[in-house]
C-alpha cells in the first residue's frame, strides 16, 4: 500500500512540471515601448515632432507624424499670413523673434524702372516681428511708409544717383537701414545690336534706292540732250522719262 501511494505522488509532481513548462511562450515576450523623439528645425520655432513605437519583435508596424514647414517666401507679398496657413494645413510657420525686440534690418534687393515709368524699390522681409516698414531717399527725413505685409513700393521722382534705403519697425523701435544707390538701366546689348544692324540695313538701302533714282534722271537728261542734237535713243524715249517722273 505504501508503494502505490508513493508511485501517485510520484506522477502528480510530473503532470505538474509539464503542466508549468507548457505555458504560451507569448506571456515571456517582452512588452513594446513607446519612444518619442522631437526634433527641432534650425528656421522654425515649432517641433517637429515623430511618435514612432519601437517594436521589440518582428511584425510590428510603426507610426509616424511629421509636421512640415509652411511655404514661406520672405521676398514675395504675403497675400495670407502664415499663422492662418499654418491654423488650416498644421504647418511650421519659421521663427520669428518677438515685438518685444528691435526688428533685424531687411535686404534691399533692386531698385530698378518699371515699366510705367516709376521706380520699383524691392525688399526682402527679416526674421523679426515688423508693424510697417519705412523707406527714405537721401537728403530727405519724411520716410515712406509700406505695411508689414508689403515687399514692394514706387518711389516717385528719384533721380539716378540717388540713395534708396529701407527699414523695418516694430514697437520697441525701427531697425539698421539697407541701401542702395540707383543707377540708371542698362541697355540690352542684344536689342542694342540688332537696333544697329536693322538701321545700317535700312541706311543701305536708301542710298541704293537714291542710286537708281539718280541714274534714272541722268539717263533721261541725256536722252533729251541726244533728241535735240537728232541723235535720240530709239531705246529710251523722252515719253518714257515723263511717265516715270510722274
Known amino acids: 500500500m505504501l508503494l502505490v501511494s508513493q508511485v501517485m505522488f510520484l506522477l502528480l509532481c510530473v503532470m505538474e512540471s509539464v503542466r508549468t513548462t507548457s505555458v504560451s511562450p507569448s506571456l515571456n515576450q517582452p512588452s513594446l515601448t513607446r519612444v518619442r523623439i522631437i526634433e527641432v528645425g534650425d528656421d522654425y520655432d515649432e517641433e517637429t515632432s515623430k511618435t514612432t513605437a519601437t517594436p521589440q519583435s518582428p511584425g510590428v508596424t510603426t507610426s509616424r507624424v511629421v509636421r512640415r514647414p509652411c511655404y514661406y517666401d520672405p521676398c514675395a507679398v504675403q497675400t495670407i499670413p502664415c499663422e492662418k496657413i499654418s491654423a488650416q494645413t498644421g504647418c511650421l510657420c519659421p521663427g520669428l523673434t518677438g515685438p518685444e525686440e528691435r526688428p533685424e534690418p531687411p535686404e534691399l534687393r533692386e531698385v ?123 531705246s529710251y524715249t523722252t515719253e518714257h522719262c515723263d511717265e516715270e517722273n510722274k
Open 112 to 234: 530698378k524702372l518699371d515699366g510705367s515709368g516709376k521706380v520699383l524699390v524691392h525688399w526682402c522681409a527679416p526674421r523679426s516681428t515688423v508693424t510697417h516698414y519705412e523707406v527714405t531717399l537721401s537728403g530727405e527725413n519724411k520716410p515712406l511708409v509700406f505695411k508689414e505685409n508689403l515687399r514692394k513700393g514706387a518711389i516717385p521722382e528719384l533721380k539716378v544717383g540717388e540713395t534708396v534705403c529701407v527699414a523695418a519697425r516694430n514697437q520697441v523701435g525701427i531697425s539698421e537701414k539697407s541701401c542702395k544707390r540707383y543707377e540708371p538701366p542698362q541697355p540690352n546689348p542684344v536689342a542694342l545690336s540688332a537696333g544697329i544692324i536693322a538701321g545700317s540695313v535700312g541706311f543701305l538701302l536708301l542710298l541704293l534706292v537714291l542710286a537708281i533714282v539718280l541714274w534714272k534722271r541722268r539717263t533721261c537728261r541725256k536722252g533729251r540732250m541726244g533728241d535735240a542734237e537728232g541723235l535720240g535713243n530709239p
